[in-house]
């Protein structure tokens, strides 16, 4: 059998996997995966690397990724250490860093998404993303000065990683005894409102037992820093004037999609896929391209939706590509299943529907972040 190139862009929670499938159960196949770093970044532990820098160690979150390939023949697989910056449909190349052309016969686009604070532009680069380019080590061990540095802080979005990051940075400020003041802005009328309205109670009510103010119903419509970089002013949507030593936006997140074509993009720039993950093209034509995780216009982000999407792009290229096995569809459904840590020892969230004790979150989330299943995540084992 002729073998196919699959080329991969980005090593994510989506890319990573789909490389491994391919490679051990389609003999046929070369893999090709495109990524703008060498490490992989455990980015759910974030809110605790940032605000407890000795909690782990970098080894413990940054993972080699090219080793994790070691195994498998040097004709099949191969690391391309650079960004994306462009696809042809066409001629099914892409071009990585302005420079370098790679064919594919089937390409996956995995490329992720981005924090605000993450943005080129951006004041505050607070990496609960990997970055575009540049050191992530770098980065986290400036905010992690900052953070501790900062005895006023504002987190403004009280979605998951706002909710977490305040109860660590909060706990971490009590266990070394420093008076930090930290306010956690809500646009919506409660914390975590994407889960049931006991979640947000228990929530709210740790929280508070940590010191952290909480502002409802609030929108933050701007934020400066002073001549000196020293302060922030953050301007909220009643017209309050906020004064704080850092700021750190957690409110949504944003498609890694410069180099994907227009015609491939949502109005909001998610990349649009059918229930086989297959990227839609504006003429209806079917494309050997499939995309999987945060890029796509599947709403729910989370780690565990991205390796199910993942399991989903892998099974169809191999049916495609060998002829052989059961072509696969994804449906996200409907209900949430997630753990928020506010602390090391407390915590809130939704499993089937209802909301677990301090305990069982402790249990299964707040003593680590996962920082255990780390290294399963890209080893595929």
């Known amino acids: ?70 195994r498998y023949p040097k004709s099949a697989f191969e690391f391309v250490l650079g960004v994306a910056t462009a696809i042809s449909v066409d001629a099914k190349t892409v071009t990585v860093d302005n420079e370098r052309v790679i064919s594919f016969d089937y390409l996956v686009i995995a490329s992720g998404s ?16 990997h970055p575009k380019s540049g050191s992530v080590q770098t980065l986290i061990e400036e905010a992690q000065q900052k953070i501790s540095q900062a005895t006023k802080i504002i987190i403004a979005g009280a979605g998951p990683i706002g909710v977490e990051t305040a109860g660590e940075i909060a706990e971490a400020a009590e266990q070394r005894g420093a008076d930090i003041h930290i306010t956690l802005i809500s646009a919506t009328d409660r914390v975590l409102p994407m889960l049931k309205p006991r979640a947000s109670e228990v929530a709210e009510d740790r929280l508070k037992e940590k010191k952290v103010e909480i502002i409802k119903s609030r929108k933050v419509t701007g934020a400066t820093r002073s001549a000196d970089l020293s302060t922030w002013t953050v301007s909220l949507d009643n017209g309050q004037s906020l004064h704080t030593d850092l700021y750190i936006p957690t409110v949504g997140v944003i498609p890694n999609n410069s180099f994907i074509p227009q015609e491939f993009l949502d109005s909001e720039g998610w990349v649009k896929v059918d229930e086989e993950l297959r990227v839609q093209a504006g003429n209806g034509s079917k494309l050997p391209i499939f995309a999987a995780g945060d890029i796509t216009d599947n709403s729910m982000r989370l780690s565990f939706k991205a390796a199910e999407q ?18 696969r569809v994804y449906d996200q459904g409907n209900s949430i299943m997630m753990l928020v840590p506010i602390g090391s020892s407390a915590g809130t969230g939704q499993l089937f529907g209802w909301t677990p004790w301090n305990s069982l979150v402790k249990m299964i989330k707040g003593k680590d972040f996962f920082i255990s299943k780390a290294h399963s995540m890209i080893a595929a084992n």
């Open 310 to 327: 993942a399991a989903v792009v892998a099974a169809n290229l191999r049916a495609e590509i060998t002829g052989k096995g059961k072509r």
């Open 114 to 129: 981005t924090t605000r604070t993450m943005e080129d532009d951006s004041d505050i680069l607070i990496p609960f993303k």
């Open 1 to 70: 059998m002729v073998s196919k190139t699959v080329v991969i862009i980005g090593a994510s929670c989506a890319g990573i996997p789909i490389a491994h499938a391919l490679l051990k159960d389609s003999p046929s196949v070369k893999v090709v995966l495109i990524n703008p770093a060498s490490t992989f970044y455990f980015m759910i532990a974030a809110p605790r690397i940032l605000a407890k820098p000795k909690a782990f160690r970098p080894e413990q979150y940054l993972l080699p990724i090219e080793r994790e390939f070691t």
